[in-house]
């Protein structure tokens, strides 16, 4: 096998490899393929699987003899290719209904038509074989705070997840959700902005067991958030179901670049944290190549994306194996027996021994600890000259 092939469970959004390059200040640049024509390219690159909005497969005006047909040309193509449909969701955002929302929306109308759009996305994804179902907000927020009350919204939006949690578990069907947050974009501000929040609102949920999270690095980027912290809370809950990979230069609009194409220092020690917590989901790439590129190019996109994450991943590996590094680690998370009685459970003894115990302030600030070495030897690494 090729060094760097593609082995993890790498998949890509219809609408990723999909995207005729089409901005807000310009019209497509590719020509739009057919659902079955993507399946068939991603099988080209060596993608693992596909995932879709209901209306990336189905459009929102399809008859339902459109559908069956749409379907099963669909589920024909995956067969053929061997590709598997581990998410799908809803397109809650593109149709002028939602203008003000889905499931936070003002109006009960588009509250309602919005459920009623999701079950029958759900029926239509688990049809094609997924597992996990995502759910981006992307038009649940507000441009004015005038509009909405915030603290209504939550409550519309837990019984929104409430409802179709209970709706799963009612069809029998072996799926779990993985809630997205991001902070804007369309909306001027989105409800439940970052994925600490999802990991607190989910909590309040009637299945929380049915719920974790999809974290996208361009959505905690647009932050000014470390990614990979938001990514460590997730897994450490064991709510790490899902991930949107692509990059993102801080402060800037909402660029889905390829993987690993503006910060690689950070793709890499996310890379190395889902490799050493042996992050075993889907690896998605919510992401899409920039409209200079021809079909050829997206090509050139998603393998760059699923290479990247394969370099990284060895780097990883010659991280752990490092001696140098290892030595410095080893030095640097040193027990010191001494300490061991003030640790762990409280007790009342434990606490009168630390508070008599003497420390010397000074004397410990004094010590190095040689993070500038270990940071300039992780950086050799990604360089490839160690
Ligand atoms: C975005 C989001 C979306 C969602 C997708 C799946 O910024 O537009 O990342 O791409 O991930 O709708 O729910
Ligand atoms: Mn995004
Ligand atoms: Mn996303």
């Not at 996310?270 to 090509?299: F, I, Q, S, W």
């Not at 508070?355 to 600030?365: E, L, Q, S, T, V």
């Amino acid at each position: 096998m090729t060094k760097y092939a593609p082995t993890k469970k790498f998949t890509f959004g219809l609408w990723t490899v999909g995207n005729t390059g089409a901005d807000p200040f310009g019209d497509s640049v590719r020509k739009k393929k057919s659902p079955v024509e993507l399946v068939h390219l991603l099988a080209e690159v060596g993608a693992y699987g596909v995932n879709f909005h209901d209306n990336d497969l189905v459009p929102i005006d399809a008859t339902p003899a459109e559908r069956d047909q749409i379907v099963s040309d669909f589920k024909k193509a995956l067969k053929e290719t061997g590709l598997v449909v581990p998410m799908a969701t809803t397109n809650l955002f593109a149709s002028p209904i939602f203008k003000d929302g889905a499931f936070t929306a003002n109006d009960p109308k588009v509250r309602a038509y919005a459920l009623q759009k999701t079950m029958n996305a759900i029926d239509l994804g688990v049809e094609c074989g997924a597992k996990i179902y995502v759910f981006w907000g992307g038009r649940e927020g507000t441009e004015s705070d005038a509009t909405k009350d915030p603290v209504t919204a939550i409550k519309r939006n837990r019984e929104a997840m409430n409802f179709l949690t209970e709706y799963v578990i009612d069809q029998g069907y072996d799926l779990r959700f993985a809630l997205e947050a991001k902070p804007n974009e369309p909306r001027g501000n989105i409800y439940n902005a970052t994925t600490g929040n999802m990991l607190a609102f989910i909590e309040t949920l009637d299945h929380p067991e049915m719920v974790g999270v999809n974290p996208e690095v361009a959505h905690e980027h647009m932050a000014g958030l470390n990614f990979t912290h938001h990514v460590a809370q997730a897994l450490e809950a064991g709510k790490l179901w899902h991930i949107d990979l692509n990059d993102q230069a801080f402060g800037r609009y909402d660029q889905d670049f390829r993987f690993g194409m503006v910060n690689l220092k950070s793709a890499f020690f996310l890379v190395k944290l889902l490799e050493d917590y042996n992050y075993e989901g889907p690896l998605h790439y919510d992401a899409h190549a920039m409209r200079t590129e021809d079909y050829e190019g997206v090509k050139d996109f998603a393998r760059g994306c699923m290479r990247t994450y394969m370099i990284l991943k060895e780097k990883a590996e010659m991280f752990n194996a490092d001696p140098e590094i290892q030595a410095l680690l080893a030095e640097i998370n040193a027990e010191d027996p001494e300490m061991d009685a003030f640790f762990g459970p409280y007790s009342r003894e434990k606490a009168i021994a630390l508070k008599n115990h003497g420390f010397d302030r000074c004397g410990i600030a004094k010590r190095g600890l040689k993070y500038e070495r270990l940071d300039q030897l992780t950086n050799e690494i990604i360089l490839g000259v160690r």
